[in-house]
């Protein structure tokens, strides 16, 4: 499957985003769908997971209460609607894929996206 994130920018603290993540070339609803991000100089971490039919999610402590995660099904697209967004958020957000119904902790991806940059000024 291929996938491709966008909707990154430029914000101020305090302010919002919406990332979405286009599929295509397989089953979307095959899928559960995560989201990570990548700070320069750091590990890459994981900020939030979806299930196949969007009825579980799963979220980071770091951005629970403030992050989003929803899926459309019918348009093969994933969600992170981030709010309350702090300079700590600064860094490049990847969308993924696996091939279950559910995230689990020790899940591995099968499929990645090309990032789109996120900055949070102060």
């Known amino acids: 499957v291929q996938l491709q994130a966008s909707g990154g920018g430029l914000v101020q603290a305090g302010g919002s985003l919406r990332l979405s993540c286009a599929a295509s070339?397989?089953?979307?609803?095959?899928?559960?769908m995560g989201w990570f991000r990548q700070a320069p100089g750091k590990e890459r971490e994981f900020v939030g997971a979806?299930?196949?039919?969007?009825?579980?999610?799963y979220y980071a402590d770091s951005v629970k209460g403030r992050f989003t995660i929803s899926r459309d099904n019918a348009k093969n697209t994933v969600y992170l609607q981030m709010n309350s967004l702090k300079p700590e958020d600064t860094a490049v957000y990847y969308c993924?894929?696996?091939?279950?119904?559910?995230?689990?902790?020790?899940?591995?991806?099968?499929?990645w996206g090309k990032g789109t940059q996120v900055t949070v000024s102060s």
């Open positions: 070339g397989r089953t979307f609803s095959n899928y559960a």
């Open positions: 979806i299930s196949w039919s969007g009825g579980s999610t």
């Open positions: 993924a894929a696996v091939l279950a119904r559910y995230w689990y902790t020790d899940s591995v991806m099968d499929y």
